[in-house]
């Protein structure tokens, strides 16, 4: 089955800054999902990006399906954009999602 | 549009009591997945439905963890008797399109378990 891994496993930011959230896998993949598990556990869903670039406010994603990677970056952090951001990619065509380790984001004000 | 619902948020057990979460999951969504979080790692999966069959539990300790997911819609997730490494969050997460790599899963606020 496939694998994910992200870098960097933390990240500390001063309010204000840029940063890029990568994703490699070890496979081809038809869906690719970025996620962001809020202080309180909730994993919210931020993109469904198989392949090409999509923005959505402060965030963008990138998918090159073709290399096996996916970016996620964030403009302008906020201290409210903490936490835990994930990427995952389908197991197979069974549709359960394979999670990478995560990428801690700690924004400072 | 609801979201996926989870209960309880939150619970407390000693080793090798039960415990039974539950999940309602969006409206129409007709796969259903159960994952487990534990601190520090991305979340794995334990159980997938799709309407009320099972499609993957590969990855369930079926000596202890079980669930059920009846009329295809709420399920429930029981563990019997729980160890001190079953402390984690359990999410629920659905799926509108069945059996589809290209569906979004949306996540429930899942369940903590901590077992003492």
């Known amino acids: 089955g496939i694998q994910v891994e992200q870098s960097p496993p933390d990240l500390i930011l001063q309010e204000g800054a840029n940063s890029t959230l990568r994703c490699n896998f070890s496979?081809?993949?038809?869906?690719l999902q970025w996620f962001h598990q809020n202080p309180w556990g909730q994993l919210i869903n931020l993109f469904y990006i198989p392949s090409g670039t999509k923005q959505n406010g402060r965030l963008s994603a990138t998918t090159v399906a073709t290399e096996r990677y996916s970016l996620l970056y964030i403009s302008s952090s906020q201290t409210t954009d903490s936490g835990v951001y994930f990427c995952?990619?389908?197991?197979?065509?069974?549709?359960?999602?394979?999670f990478g380790q995560g990428t801690e984001l700690s924004v400072k004000p | 549009e609801a979201g996926v619902a989870q209960s309880p948020r939150y619970k407390i057990i000693e080793k090798r009591q039960s415990v039974a979460f539950w999940c309602n999951p969006i409206s129409g969504h007709a796969t259903l997945y159960w994952y487990q979080q534990i601190l520090g790692q991305g979340p794995k999966l334990l159980i997938q439905?799709?309407?009320?069959?099972?499609?993957?539990d590969s990855q369930l300790p079926k000596d202890r963890f079980s669930a059920e997911r009846l009329k295809g819609v709420d399920s429930t997730l029981k563990i019997q008797p729980a160890k001190l490494e079953d402390s984690a969050v359990y999410l629920c997460?659905?799926?509108?399109?069945?059996?589809?790599?290209?569906?979004?899963?949306?996540f429930g606020p899942g369940t903590r378990l901590l077992v003492l």
């Open positions: 997460a659905s799926s509108l399109v069945p059996h589809s790599y290209q569906e979004t899963q949306y």
């Open positions: 496979d081809s993949v038809n869906n």
């Open positions: 995952a990619a389908p197991y197979n065509q069974g549709g359960k999602l394979i």
């Open positions: 439905f799709q309407n009320n069959g099972v499609v993957d």
